[in-house]
């Protein structure tokens, strides 16, 4: 049994990747993500890019002696939205967040570049290489530079390590647990694309990513407990 902390699992993930090429892989590995005592098998892989986009730099006021870059961008964020349609409630598809567009600097003046950066998440059910080229061809001659990639993670809900964590939970909890799938990635896809089983499971948690975050302190405990019962057990 081992214990991993690492500092940047909402960024790269590189520590957790560290100790994977160290040789501390396990045969089994849970991740603590907020899942509100789910066991999450399964969660969609992550595709970022940063799609580049050049202009030609002129005075506000004479348009026609320039290229705006934010005008170029347009038409590759609206055909990106209809590719991958605004998702309206919890459902278990591939999405696309347009999350940040950077371009021009004055007000007086036609930008001459911007950069708009796309996260996708993917099912199991699509081709990230597929995915890939879709987006280049829609981004036509802007640049596009992949700034994150992560596998699609599932693991068979009857694996042992899995069962044992149910018997875990019917001592401590009384009951056993059911399944989700995660939106989300985690650090358990290293794990995933080197054939090892892997699952998100942790305590109550809330509001994900948001200014009132929050996890729940009887949950921890109750956590703790569900974690030692499973560690006796192997």
């Not at 969609?44 to 002696?65: D, N, T, Y």
Request: charged share 25%.
């Amino acid at each position: 049994v081992g214990l991993m902390i690492v500092p940047d699992e909402e960024t790269t993930g590189a520590s957790a990747k560290a100790f994977l090429d160290k040789g501390y892989a396990g045969e089994f590995f849970i991740t603590s993500e907020p899942s509100n005592f789910l066991i999450g098998n399964e969660s969609k892989g992550v595709l970022q890019f940063r799609v580049s986009f050049e202009g030609i730099a002129g005075h506000g006021s004479r348009p026609w002696q320039g290229v705006n870059a934010i005008q170029k961008a347009i038409p590759f964020i609206q055909e990106l939205t209809k590719t991958y349609p605004h998702i309206e409630e919890v459902e278990w598809k591939t999405s696309c967040n347009v999350a940040a567009i950077r371009g021009g600097d004055v007000i007086n003046k036609i930008p001459d570049k911007c950069e708009v950066d796309v996260d996708i998440r993917y099912t199991g059910d699509d081709d990230p290489n597929e995915i890939i080229e879709n987006l280049k061809k829609i981004a036509g001659e802007a640049s596009v530079e992949i700034i994150a990639q992560g596998s699609h993670m599932f693991t068979d809900p009857e694996h042992p390590s899995i069962e044992t964590l149910q018997d875990a939970a019917l001592a401590v909890l009384g009951t056993q647990l059911e399944f989700a799938q995660k939106t989300g990635s985690s650090d358990a896809r290293f794990w995933a694309e080197l054939g090892h089983a892997a699952i998100e499971f942790g305590p109550d948690g809330h509001g994900a990513h948001a200014l009132d975050e929050n996890a729940d302190v009887d949950g921890l405990l109750k956590y703790y407990e569900l974690l030692k019962e499973y560690c006796g057990r192997l």
